[in-house]
């Protein structure tokens, strides 16, 4: 990313847990955007299927562009993100990009999130399905359809965001947002890790803009999206609302 003629420093974070055959192809299409300053930052939750290693086959092919975090124990996507992101500022980054790993967020779109920041127009930016332009695969049964609007309609509900698409997980951010957020004191976990970090960003003044998206569904491996997972999230709306 380059802000005039300054190239910024900036970390794509791909939490991972059995995505070995995802992520060779997600690494290469991030590597060939032409996106100046742009590093990609694995978070690997000692996936049994071997990720952990194709990561580092990467990092050793790619030195200065890829890295790999090693956690010893899979407990959720929060903390592998918050894992990423605290790496990712120590190590300079003033942008950091969250994504998933299964493809289902369009790199191709990496460049868009990017613009507001670079702009000044916000202090971090949405990857969003439900803004104009926005969309959802086709292939998605109509009741996984329904649930995401349904989780969106809930969520804003409760919290009053006013964001289009509060779950997303295709987000980039300024260092100094994430620094206001206070990544350290984040609990959530699981995909109510996206819902907090917005609750933060935006009950702390922070600029928000949505950029449309295409998300697609994964070709290889499996959902995350547990039952368990799903019933945090529905929780977790309200114990931020009225949490002190």
């Known amino acids: 990313m380059t802000n005039g003629s300054r190239t910024v420093p900036t970390t794509v974070v791909v939490p991972t847990y059995n995505e070995r055959d995802n ?31 194709v990561a580092d086959k990467l990092a050793a092919e790619h030195p200065d562009r890829v890295a790999v975090v090693h956690r010893e124990v899979k407990d959720g996507l929060g903390r592998a993100y918050v894992t990423g992101m605290g790496r990712a500022l120590a190590d300079g980054a003033e942008v950091v990009v969250q994504m998933d790993a299964d493809l289902s967020h369009p790199v191709e779109a990496v460049p868009r999130l990017l613009a507001p920041l670079a702009e000044g127009a916000a202090d971090f930016v949405i990857g969003s399905r439900y803004v104009p332009g926005g969309s959802l695969d086709t292939s998605w049964p109509w009741h996984r359809r329904a649930l995401s609007r349904w989780a969106n309609v809930y969520v804003n509900g409760v919290l009053g965001l006013g964001v289009r698409d509060a779950t997303a997980g295709f987000k980039a951010w300024s260092a100094k947002a994430l620094r206001t957020v206070d990544l350290d004191s984040v609990r959530s976990n699981g995909y109510s890790f996206q819902v907090e970090m917005n609750h933060r960003a935006l009950s702390r003044g922070l600029r928000v803009v949505e950029v449309p998206i295409t998300f697609t569904e994964r070709v290889e491996g499996t959902s995350k999206l547990t039952l368990g997972v799903q019933l945090e999230s529905a929780l977790v709306p309200w114990r931020l609302r009225f949490k002190r």
Do not use: K, N, Q
């Open 23 to 53: 992520l060779p192809v997600l690494a290469g299409r991030l590597l060939d955007l032409g996106v100046e300053g742009l590093r990609l930052l694995v978070v690997d939750d000692d996936s049994p299927d071997g990720t952990g290693e």
